[in-house]
């Protein structure tokens, strides 16, 4: 079965560290990947995707990812983080003609 | 303006009470899909549905029925609500199921069943 998975439960970082987020799938083939962000109280909403082509994408709000193939990792970065960073992010995954998959979720706490 | 709406977006009710939670959205899209989002479980996927009449179950179907009459519309019927469907619901929506197409979220439901 597929499925995504997301190393850190919890990260708590202080503004101005840099930030990088774990995300790998478990299955070969051509994949899409997608990373979203749900901020307090709020619903999930895209952070950036990938499909195919320069293996680094970049986002909103200063985020980037790479996807990394011969890993099946599509980790989350952003060089500097704000204290309004703080939010949920997920990773998901799908490909064509199937479902999509989320990963468990990272909680991100930024302490001013 | 292009969205995913959700109602009610907040119900308290009892064990057994059926219930029926909306979801529409307005961009033609094909794919929808109802999740649940449960502390330290991330989200689960329910139920989803490829096109209109289509529909399959997700990884926690048990306790749910779904219907897609028709392209804008994927209501979540609960037919006996039990507390341990007290969550938050959240539906999505994308053009089509694979391909390049992200997810649409609605705002969320939040279900409480006493």
């Known amino acids: 079965a597929q499925s995504v998975s997301q190393h850190n439960h919890h990260v708590i970082l202080s503004e101005a560290a840099s930030l990088e987020l774990g995300c790998n799938y478990s299955?070969?083939?051509?994949?899409?990947l997608f990373w979203y962000v749900q901020y307090p109280g709020q619903h999930l909403q895209l952070l950036l995707k990938?499909?195919?082509?320069?293996?680094l994408v970049k986002g909103i709000k200063g985020f980037e990812a790479e996807f990394i193939k011969s890993k099946f990792s599509f980790n989350l970065r952003k060089p500097s983080v704000q204290w309004s960073d703080t939010a949920e992010y997920f990773c998901?995954?799908?490909?064509?003609?199937?479902?999509?998959?989320f990963g468990p979720g990272t909680r991100l706490s930024v302490l001013p | 303006e292009a969205q995913v709406t959700q109602n009610p977006r907040y119900l308290i009710t009892v064990t057994g009470k059926k219930l029926t939670v909306t979801c529409s959205q307005n961009?033609?899209?094909?794919?929808m899909s109802w999740y649940r989002q449960d502390p330290g479980l991330g989200l689960r996927q329910i139920y989803y549905?490829?096109?209109?009449?289509?529909?399959d179950k997700g990884d926690v179907p048990e306790g749910y029925k779904v219907s897609r009459k028709e392209k804008r519309n994927f209501p979540l019927i609960l037919e006996s609500p039990s507390p341990n469907q007290t969550s938050l619901y959240f539906c999505?929506?994308?053009?089509?199921?694979?391909?390049?197409?992200?997810?649409?979220f609605g705002p969320g439901t939040r279900l409480t069943v006493l």
């Open positions: 999505a929506s994308s053009l089509s199921s694979g391909g390049y197409n992200e997810q649409f």
């Open positions: 299955y070969g083939g051509t994949v899409n």
């Open positions: 990938y499909f195919s082509g320069d293996p």
């Open positions: 998901a995954v799908n490909r064509y003609g199937q479902n999509f998959v």
């Open positions: 961009m033609n899209h094909e794919y």
């Open positions: 549905s490829m096109n209109v009449e289509v529909t």
